[in-house]
């Protein structure tokens, strides 16, 4: 009988930390391969090329380690790399294995929840230039506007810890001015970067009430355990311990400082080389 199989995260640094852990809150009982692509981040500003082989390395990494389903918790990964993965390598693993995203799931959460049909979109250069998110929106509702706006330095403030300063206001209001100066009608902004959620007090503090802000772990979160529940062969493959396995191809005890700024608790971590 074949062994028990994990679900593998995988993130070109940090951000996916914070999808991870709305996962295991929710789906604790499984076990979990994280893999933190650190040593070659950021991905936001690369070419699809790049994106995609650096994402494919990833994902052959995780598969050699025993994952038959591997989340790419990266905004950049999910936009520039995911269908290609799908399509062109995926019949080379096997029929059993799969690689989800995070875009998809996040635009079937949100086309219902704007009333004027206005949606902002903050992420990395690479997630808002690659046109993903309206183009999986405007498959579910073609009335939706999408504005996207780019902010990058939001993820260097959160990585070297300076989310909270007061600092990181500045660019925090600068960027969401800049949205919102493109379309005025917005009623609901997406934090398209896993990252963003460490700085969601200030965006919150410079978005005008009105305007619901959308995090996308718990949605990530519930489309996972809503897919387990539909594909029971690939829930009876997965081992139930538990547990999580902390891989980073960047320095290990470095990781896991940054990473406890993530998770909110320590960790250990293993250096690995994809």
Same mark, same amino acid.
């Given at each position: 009988?074949? /062994? $028990? ?12 930390? !914070? ?26 500003? *690369? /070419? +699809?090329?790049? @994106?995609?082989? +650096? ?5 052959? &990494?995780? +598969? ?6 591997? @989340? ?7 936009? &520039?790399?995911? *269908? ?18 995070? #875009? *998809? ?6 086309? /219902? ?15 808002? /230039? ?8 405007? $498959?579910? %509702? ?31 209001? $600068? ?5 919102? *100066? ?11 970067? !896993? ?6 007090? &200030? ?9 619901? #802000? ?39 005890? &470095? +990781?896991?400082?940054? %990473? ?15």
């Amino acid at each position: 009988m074949a /062994s $028990k199989q994990v679900i593998g995260v995988f993130d070109s640094g940090y951000g996916g930390l !914070t999808i991870l852990q709305e996962i295991r809150a929710l789906l604790p009982e499984y076990d979990y391969v994280y893999l933190g692509d650190n040593a070659r981040t950021p991905y936001g500003s *690369r /070419s +699809f090329e790049v @994106v995609y082989n +650096f994402t494919r390395q990833a994902v052959d &990494k995780l +598969f050699s380690l025993n994952c038959r389903l591997v @989340v790419l918790a990266c905004n950049t990964a999910s936009a &520039k790399a995911l *269908r290609s993965i799908q399509q062109c390598d995926l019949p080379h693993y096997g029929t059993e294995k799969r690689v989800l995203g995070i #875009i *998809r799931p996040t635009a079937e959460a949100i086309c /219902s929840q704007t009333q004027t049909r206005h949606i902002g979109l903050l992420g990395t250069e690479g997630t808002v /230039s690659s046109g993903s998110y309206s183009m999986e929106i405007r $498959k579910l %509702a073609p009335d939706i506007c999408v504005t996207g706006q780019a902010c990058p330095m939001w993820v260097p403030l959160v990585e070297n810890g300076e989310a909270a300063s007061e600092g990181a206001d500045y660019f925090v209001r $600068k960027y969401i001015d800049d949205l919102l *100066r493109k379309d005025a009608d917005i009623d609901l902004v997406v934090l398209a970067c !896993t990252h963003y959620p460490l700085l969601y007090d &200030k965006i919150r503090r410079y978005l005008p009430q009105h305007i619901n #802000i959308v995090q996308q772990g718990p949605i990530v979160a519930e489309s996972l355990r809503d897919y387990l529940q539909r594909h029971d062969d690939m829930r009876s493959a997965l081992s139930q311990n538990g547990t999580c396995t902390y891989l980073t191809t960047e320095q290990s005890e &470095k +990781f896991a400082r940054s %990473a406890s700024v993530f998770l909110q608790s320590p960790i250990d971590a293993t250096h690995t080389d994809i």
